[in-house]
């Protein structure tokens, strides 16, 4: 934890992973960030400190796994973010059209047993749902690596860099934003596009998430053009007469 904001991060989220194959799963409260970590440290060059966000990730196997998450539990309702890892096209599938998630996790440690379609991609980045790879595979292991960049590719052909980053548990293996953002040039993600998946993607995940808490849904306003002829009917016949002279 205290390696994050060393490197530049100003937000972590505390990941809570529920293998749903295993039996006697329960979704437990998340803890507080307050009673892990009396006082925050400081983010680096900033007077602010680092904000902790708690999630929560569910690897689904089989689509009856899926009706957790359909469910009105009160415990998963408390993370901050929702994500799902799916293992089967058909769960893949599921978690891009119907699933209320904020993230879909994509397995790049082994050679995907499906293609990714570009209709439930399309589906799930309307929804607001952003696709998550893990790098760290692509550090410790030629092997891991090659599938890393071979699966990232494939989906980056479709998101539309629709996508974010996430490390494993060792300190070693985490990267600072600009290293990651240079790894996702590998990927097949464009400049901006890879700055993305370490900034503005994380931001919309958070969003996306506070918005599923706390709302059904968001309503937002756009100012109308206005017409040539409607402002020339909306200028006073005195100030037009003015304007002709």
Do not use: W
Not at 84 to 108: G, M
Not at 153 to 179: A, F, T, W
Not at 191 to 196: H, M, N
Not at 219 to 232: D, G, L
């Amino acid at each position: 934890f205290t390696v994050c904001f060393s490197v530049g991060y100003s937000v972590v989220a505390l990941n809570h992973v529920i293998d749903l194959k295993e039996k006697k799963q329960e979704i437990i409260k998340p803890v507080s960030p307050s009673e892990l970590f009396p006082s925050l440290p400081i983010v680096q060059g900033t007077s602010k400190r680092i904000k902790v966000l708690t999630r929560l990730t569910l690897v689904v196997s089989d689509p009856s796994h899926c009706n957790l998450l359909r469910s009105t539990s009160a415990n998963i309702r408390l993370y901050d973010i929702i994500a799902v890892f799916p293992k089967t096209e058909k769960l893949f599938h599921i978690a891009c059209t119907t699933l209320d998630v904020d993230l879909v996790c994509i397995n790049v440690t082994e050679k995907l047993p499906f293609y990714f379609r570009r209709p439930p991609v399309n589906m799930a980045i309307d929804r607001g749902i952003h696709f998550e790879l893990l790098y760290t595979p692509a550090i410790k292991d030629s092997t891991m690596r090659r599938y890393t960049i071979s699966n990232a590719i494939s989906l980056m052909q479709i998101c539309k860099g629709k996508v974010s980053s996430q490390s494993e548990n060792s300190p070693l293996e985490l990267r600072g934003p600009y290293d990651v953002a240079n790894l996702g040039l590998l990927f097949g993600l464009s400049e901006g596009e890879a700055k993305a998946a370490v900034s503005t993607n994380c931001r919309a995940t958070m969003l996306h998430g506070e918005t599923r808490k706390s709302a059904c849904g968001v309503v937002y306003t756009v100012k109308k053009p206005r017409k040539v002829e409607e402002e020339e009917t909306a200028v006073p016949a005195s100030k037009k007469a003015k304007t002709q002279a």
